[in-house]
Each structure stands twice: as C-alpha cells, then as structure tokens.
C-alpha cells in the first residue's frame, strides 16, 4: 500500500541539533586525568587524617619529649639523682629540687627524670621484639596454611593461654641474680607476642585471595616473594597500630614487675616501678612521693595510647567515612 504524501502545511518544521564542542561542556572537567596528581594509598590518606587531629599533635609532642628526656636527662636535671642525704628525709621542694626529697634523701624531680630512660627502654625493646616474633609467625601460618598453620598456631595457643604478666614474674623469680633491661624485655615480650601474631594471620588470610597476589604469582614470583612484596605489606597496618597501643602495656608492665619486688634491681636502677614502689609505705604521710612518679608514668601511657587511637583512626577506611 503506497505511503501518504504530505502537503507543505502538514510536513515537520526542520529542527537543528546543537552539540557544544567537547572543551566547552562540563563532561570534559569530570572526564580530565591529572597526569601529574600525587598517587593516593593507605599510608598517604592516614597521614592526611592523623595531620589534621590535634590529639595526634599532642601525644606525638608527649612522646617526643619523653625520648628526649630518656635520651639527654642531663638537659632536664643537673642534680644526681643516687646522691641521697637522709637529713633531708621527705623534705619539701629547694632550690635546685623543685619536687623535694624521698624517704632516703634522694631528689624526686631527678630520679624521675633519670627512671624515664629505663622505663621507655623496657618498652622499646619488649614493642620490637613482640613485632618481630609475632609478624614473623604470624605471616607464615597466614600465608603457608596447612600443617605450618597448625604447628604455629597451636604453639601461639600454648603462649596465648598464659598471661604474660604471671609467666614474667616467673622468669625474673628465677633470673634473679640477672635482673636486666634484657632479661625483664625477654620475659615480657617472650609472652606477648601471640596477639600480633593472630591479627596478622587473619588480615593474610583476607588478602592472600585477592587478584593482585593472584596476578604476582601467574607472572611467576615465588610464594616468599608475594608473601614479603604483596600480602605482608599490605596486611600489616592493623599490626602497626597493635604495636603502638602494646607499647604503653609493655611499660605498665614494668613498672607492675618492680613494683611487685621482682623487676630490676632499685640499687642497679631506676625506674618508675621501683619508685612507686618505694613509695608505698609512705602514701599517708607523704603522698607525693607516689604521685610524681605515677603522674610521669600515667602521662606517658595515656600519649602511647592516644596516638595508637589516632592511628587505628587512621588506617581504618571505614572509620574516617564515619567521621
């Protein structure tokens, strides 16, 4: 059947189709690369966050002046702090002793000072050690699995099920004639590593899978390569932000050891424990032979344990989009 013709008065108006060029419409903004932007990953978003928190500001200035003072006390305090004069038994602050003297005559102000080097190496050594053990284990029953899985894990469950404070007394019980920064790091850290341990084998077993590992392997790198190049490094932000909350646990942890008697030796070293725990006999008559010691230890806890918040903050994706 033949179409119907249109007349001049019935056919559509002409209608003109106008396409801006591509530079002129917005499309062109939101599809422009910046060839020379700064690549964005966990670490530089974290440190973007953490910058702008002034709670990492405050613990991190805490904490850098506490490895100052344990690194030069001499810049803080020129008295010597086992230079003790029991005429001047719990007498109060002089010049040149702002916080006063002790039970034995010693200066207050500079025996805390001093005891700060001892209880932030205590801790240092205890945090580097209970990484190394525990990333170590950890990244090898993650990634391995099988019967290497079974071994450590069940060897980590037999360290996990004895508390570390308990197993530490122990150890200095029996080092006793050996009391040192080592020997109380050994039996602290030799006890608490199973914690770092489990976190790091169960990131692991979330990344192991992931395409990139996958992709690693097809290319031909070695199951150590992937698990030192790949999987480690991108399962170890939750370990880091253990470490910096552990941290503050493991001076705690000293000071509890020689406040209880069996910690380093209060002849051979101070520290605030020994303080503290010298101190205890005299909390009515004199209370702040106690107290300067347990602020100085207070203060430098709750910094490690802020800055472990602000990084476990950090790190988290999920946390920061909740903010």
């Keep these: 059947m033949p179409e119907p013709?249109?007349?001049?008065?019935?056919?559509?108006?002409?209608?003109?189709?106008?396409?801006?060029p591509f530079d002129e419409n917005s499309v062109a903004a939101v599809?422009?690369?910046?060839?020379?932007?700064?690549?964005?990953?966990?670490?530089t978003d974290a440190w973007k966050d953490m910058r702008r928190r002034p709670m990492f500001w405050i613990s991190a200035a805490i904490i850098l002046l506490?490895?100052?003072?344990?690194?030069?006390?001499?810049?803080?305090?020129?008295?010597?702090p086992r230079v003790c004069q029991l005429a001047l038994s719990n007498q109060g602050a002089a010049p040149g002793h702002p916080l006063g003297f002790n039970k034995q005559g010693c200066d207050i102000y500079s025996r805390v000072i001093h005891g700060t080097s001892t209880s932030v190496s205590v801790g240092l050594v205890v945090i580097v050690?209970?990484?190394?053990?525990?990333v170590v284990m950890g990244a090898l029953a993650g990634y391995f699995g099988g019967w290497v899985d079974t071994v450590l894990s069940?060897?980590?469950d037999i360290f996990f099920s004895i508390p570390y404070i308990l197993a530490a007394v122990v150890v200095m019980?029996?080092?006793?004639?050996?009391?040192?920064?080592?020997?109380?790091?050994?039996?602290?850290g030799g006890f608490s590593w199973p914690v770092t341990a489990r976190i790091l084998r169960a990131e692991i077993f979330k990344v192991k899978n992931s395409d990139y590992v996958m992709a690693s392997r097809a290319l031909g790198l070695s199951g150590?390569?992937?698990?030192?190049?790949?999987?480690?490094p991108n399962s170890i932000a939750p370990v880091i932000v253990v470490t910096t909350l552990s941290l503050s646990g493991a001076i705690v942890a000293e000071a509890v050891l020689s406040f209880l008697g069996v910690g380093l030796p209060p002849a051979e070293f101070m520290s605030w424990g020994n303080d503290i725990?010298?101190?205890?006999?005299?909390?009515?008559?004199?209370?702040?032979?106690?107290?300067?010691?347990?602020?100085?230890?207070?203060?430098?806890?709750?910094?490690?344990?802020?800055?472990?918040?602000?990084?476990r903050d950090a790190l988290d994706p999920k946390a920061r989009a909740r903010r």
């Design 154 to 156: 069940r060897l980590g």
């Design 129 to 134: 050690m209970t990484f190394v053990i525990g």
């Design 5 to 20: 013709t249109l007349n001049n008065s019935q056919k559509r108006p002409k209608i003109e189709h106008f396409v801006a």
């Design 224 to 232: 150590q390569g992937t698990l030192w190049k790949h999987v480690l």
């Design 31 to 43: 599809d422009a690369v910046k060839v020379q932007a700064k690549k964005s990953n966990l670490w």
């Design 173 to 188: 019980s029996v080092m006793s004639e050996h009391r040192n920064i080592l020997v109380i790091s050994l039996a602290i």
């Design 277 to 311: 725990s010298a101190a205890q006999s005299d909390l009515r008559t004199r209370p702040q032979n106690l107290i300067y010691p347990s602020i100085a230890l207070s203060v430098t806890v709750l910094a490690f344990i802020m800055l472990g918040e602000v990084v």
């Design 66 to 80: 506490v490895l100052v003072v344990s690194l030069f006390p001499t810049l803080f305090t020129q008295a010597d």
